[in-house]
C-alpha cells in the first residue's frame, strides 16, 4: 500500500494504531502520531516492515500528560531512504520505544517542520525525555549515511532528559558512515 503524500496527524482517542507494509513517500509526506492524544490503559504504536522515502518524516510526538496507563512504540523491519525518523518531546511513564531491525540510509539533508536540522541524519530528536519506569532502545539497525558531516542519531538543541528508573539505550547496530567528518551520536544539545 501507498500512502498519500500528506501532512497528517494521528492517533487521537486511540489505544492502538499498527501500520503494516505501508509506503511513506515524498517531501510532501509527514506522518504525525499524537501520544498526548491516544488513551487506554495499555496504548501501542506499531509500525512494521513500512518503506519511508523521498523526504519522508515519522515524527512520534509524546506528551508527558497522556492519559494512558503505559505506552508501547514499535518501529521495526522499516526501510528509511532519505527519510527521517523524529521521536520529541516527554512521554509518559511507563514507556517503552523500540526501534529495531530498521534500515537506514541518507544521502542528504531531510528538512522537518519545525525542527532546525543543520546537518543529514537518519535519526532526529528533540526535547525526548522519558521517566519512571520508561526506555527508549535502538538495536539491531543499520545506519548508512554516504554524505559528508552526517549523523546517525542526532540530538538536536533540547537536551536528553532520561530519570526515574529509566533507560536510554543503542545497543548491536551497524554504521557505515562513509562521508567525511560524519558522526555516529550528535549530541547538539546537554544530557540528564
Known amino acids: 500500500?501507498?500512502?498519500?503524500?500528506?501532512?497528517q496527524a494521528v492517533g487521537s482517542g486511540l489505544s492502538w494504531l499498527c501500520y503494516r507494509n505501508v509506503t511513506f513517500s515524498g517531501?510532501?509526506?509527514s506522518l504525525t502520531v499524537l501520544v498526548g492524544a491516544m488513551t487506554g490503559e495499555v496504548a501501542t504504536v506499531t509500525f512494521d516492515g513500512c518503506t519511508w522515502r523521498d523526504g519522508a518524516v515519522l515524527l512520534l510526538l509524546g506528551n508527558a500528560h497522556a492519559a494512558v496507563g503505559s505506552l508501547n512504540v514499535v518501529v521495526t523491519g522499516n526501510t528509511f531512504s532519505d527519510a527521517l525518523l523524529s521521536p520529541e518531546g516527554g512521554f509518559p511513564p511507563r514507556t517503552n520505544i523500540t526501534?529495531?531491525?530498521?534500515?537506514?540510509?541518507?544521502?542528504?539533508?531531510?528538512p522537518r517542520s519545525g525542527l532546525r536540522l543543520?546537518?543529514?541524519?537518519?535519526?532526529?530528536?528533540?526535547?525526548?525525555a522519558i521517566s519512571n519506569d520508561s526506555a527508549v532502545v535502538l538495536s539491531g539497525n543499520v545506519f548508512r549515511s554516504v554524505t559528508a558531516f552526517s549523523s546517525a542519531i542526532h540530538v538536536v538543541e533540547s537536551s536528553l532528559r532520561v530519570l526515574w528508573r529509566s533507560l536510554f539505550a543503542v545497543l548491536g547496530n551497524t554504521f557505515h558512515m562513509d562521508g567525511g567528518g560524519s558522526t555516529l551520536i550528535y549530541l547538539?544539545?546537554?544530557?540528564q
Do not use: D, H, K, Q
Open 118 to 128: 543543520g546537518s543529514p541524519s537518519c535519526v532526529a530528536m528533540n526535547g525526548l
Open 188 to 191: 547538539e544539545g546537554s544530557g
Open 1 to 7: 500500500m501507498v500512502y498519500p503524500e500528506v501532512v
Open 99 to 110: 526501534i529495531s531491525g530498521n534500515r537506514f540510509t541518507v544521502t542528504r539533508l531531510i
Open 27 to 29: 517531501g510532501g509526506m
